[in-house]
């Protein structure tokens, strides 16, 4: 149910035909969210931060992103614009780096 929550969520931000006068506001975001926690609501910090997270950062599929690179030589603008979700990326690749090799030396540690 949450993360049908969410997905609603990301399409109402981020579609062009919603005008922004109809966006999905923070308190609409809460009550769709209530009660999904086996009766009980997500805690109102973790679901005001997902709320802004989706707000700010889209939530697209693999392939829409590698769609929508730039073409070579599609000019400095659109060069910009992906850095952004370059860097985001390169930090999500290194986290998981990291987490790996930490799993792997317990692993080598623990099988000793």
């Known amino acids: 149910m949450f993360a049908y929550a969410v997905i609603m969520l990301n399409t109402d931000a981020h579609n062009s035909q919603i005008k922004p006068q109809n966006k999905m506001t923070k308190p609409q975001f809460f009550r769709n969210t209530s009660g999904i926690n086996d009766g009980a609501d997500?805690?109102?910090?973790?679901?005001?931060?997902?709320y802004d997270d989706i707000r700010n950062n889209e939530i697209r599929m693999k392939d829409e992103m590698e769609a929508a690179l730039p073409a070579a030589g599609a000019g400095l603008a659109n060069a910009l614009v992906n850095v952004g979700r370059d860097l985001q990326k390169e930090a999500y690749v290194m986290q998981t780096s990291s987490m790996t090799n930490k799993t792997e030396v317990g692993r080598q540690t623990m099988f000793k």
């Open 42 to 50: 997500i805690p109102e910090e973790v679901v005001s931060s997902i």
